[in-house]
């Protein structure tokens, strides 16, 4: 019963700074709320963005180690705050830094259809 609780308090711990990169990215930085948007207005999915960011994954760690280690208050929300802010404050300190946006001269969106049920 030991081992389980060990990794339902692992998981406890990891898993809560994946919410604070996501919404430190959505609300915050918001290096892809334009596209996002878009996508939500026309009904679509993106057909690209990044999908790989390692300083993210940094921050991810960052937020789970201070969840694990630090012993003042509650670890899920120590790690969901961290993570939050320290993307939200490297995010709008890199701002000035990062590569344009990608061309958009092609459509950017990929069509979903709606309307049919998979199967």
Known sequence: MD???DFLETIGVLAPPVAGVIIA???VVRRFRAELDR????GTLLAGGA???PLSLVR???GALVGEYLDSG????NAVVTALLLYS???KLTAPRRTPPVDHSAPPLAEVNTTQSGG
């Open 60 to 62: 991810w760690a960052a």
């Open 39 to 42: 996508a939500r207005e026309s």
């Open 51 to 53: 999908d790989w960011m």
């Open 89 to 91: 404050v490297v995010g």
């Open 74 to 77: 509650i670890p899920a929300v």
């Open 25 to 27: 990215e959505y609300f």
């Open 3 to 5: 081992d389980f609780t």
